[in-house]
């Protein structure tokens, strides 16, 4: 795609937004909390993207968080000019943080297979002990904790990584 981007297919711009363009709006309105705003920082994420598409390094990390790293960037220059002040940037900073947390789990989640993530919902959103679980499942009692305790380690390696791709101090990186 990268290497797409650089010769300038248009079709690969494309693909890159028709792929993740509800990414990126997603987060820009989880962030901004403002249709428009939204709008803008998608917008000036694709154009980004498109006049440098060598700025995204593999190495360093997935595009979907290079992505996310674009957005809440885009995001927080449209926060400067809504919070001048730095009590009031400091919090809606903390909003992106919240935000970004939130998507990052939310990813993680609906990434895993969908016998972990039933479990688990199960588990944690509905409250029932692995025997319900595995009772409302169909399976035994062993494959149900099996279920929690490798979708709860996918979870943590997949926490752990995100924040190992994110690097030290990211977070205040802009």
Do not use: C, K, N
Not at 49 to 66: C, F, I, K, M, Q
Not at 157 to 165: G, N, S
């Amino acid at each position: 795609m990268r290497q797409r981007l650089a010769r300038g297919e248009e079709s690969a711009l494309a693909e890159l937004y028709d792929g993740h363009a509800p990414l990126v709006r997603g987060l820009a309105h989880r962030f901004l909390d403002d249709e428009d705003a939204a709008d803008r920082v998608v917008a000036e994420v694709f154009a980004e993207v498109w006049a440098d598409p060598t700025a995204y390094e593999p190495e360093r990390g997935s595009l979907r968080s290079w992505l996310t790293e674009l957005t809440r960037r885009r995001a927080l220059r449209h926060l400067d000019e809504r919070a001048p002040d730095p009590e009031s940037r400091a919090r809606l900073e903390e909003r992106i943080r919240a935000a970004s947390a939130a998507a990052r789990a939310d990813h993680m989640v609906t990434a895993m297979p969908g016998s972990l993530r039933t479990v688990l919902e199960l588990a944690y959103v509905r409250r029932r002990d692995y025997r319900e679980a595995a009772a409302e499942l169909g399976v035994s009692e062993d494959e149900a904790r099996r279920r929690v305790r490798l979708g709860l380690q996918l979870l943590s390696t997949a926490a752990a990584r995100t924040a190992a791709e994110a690097g030290p101090g990211s977070e205040r990186a802009s």
